[in-house]
């Protein structure tokens, strides 16, 4: 793991999904936070072109930058479909940084959108794990679950109604089934 300057108000760290970018003091929204930086590769030189891997930013139709090299702190920040940053593309420039949208707390991780490319190429195959989508799956799971449960109460109700037993809630609900507890229990 590369030495960090205390100075930053950024550290590398453990995420979710691996290692992760997290703030270490609070950084104001519009604050330009690292440089995500590397060689830059032309895609008009085939050598360059044919260069794969997960870290390449592409500003343009012909240049990318190559974010792999270890000096390259960015690289460790982790995509969010919820970001608390984003990347601030420069191609006249040739350079890109990542700045706050959002104001971010000492131990936040910070998180920019990659963008749809990426997302289809490398996230939607395995289902992306940011904390929105996270989120997003819980709630989904937990409607899931309380649909379950009403399907099987209805169920239940039906059954019981077809065996003629009146369900317990309505054995405490006294005046319209005095009649009807009367013969559960006889
Ligand atoms: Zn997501």
Not at 113 to 142: H, N, V
Request: include cysteine; glycine fraction near 8%.
């Amino acid at each position: 793991m590369p030495a960090i300057s205390s100075n930053k108000p950024f550290r590398v760290g453990r995420s979710k999904t691996g290692l992760g970018l997290f703030a270490t003091k609070p950084i104001k929204k519009g604050t330009r936070i690292i440089r995500y930086f590397g060689p830059i590769l032309d895609s008009r030189i085939k050598e360059q072109d044919d260069i794969e891997n997960k870290y390449l930013f592409e500003l343009n139709g012909r240049w990318t930058i190559d974010g792999s090299v270890r000096k390259n702190v960015a690289r460790y920040i982790n995509h969010s479909c919820r970001p608390n940053a984003e990347s601030d593309v420069r191609p006249r420039e040739r350079k890109v940084f990542i700045r706050a949208i959002k104001n971010i707390e000492p131990g936040d991780e910070i998180n920019y959108d990659y963008g749809t490319d990426y997302f289809k190429a490398y996230l939607k195959p395995i289902g992306c794990k940011c904390a929105s989508c996270e989120t997003k799956r819980k709630k989904l799971r937990a409607e899931a679950r309380a649909e379950r449960a009403k399907v099987k109460a209805r169920a239940e109700r039906k059954a019981q109604k077809a065996t003629g037993k009146a369900p317990a809630k309505k054995k405490l609900n006294g005046k319209h089934f005095n009649g009807k507890v009367g013969r559960v229990r006889g």
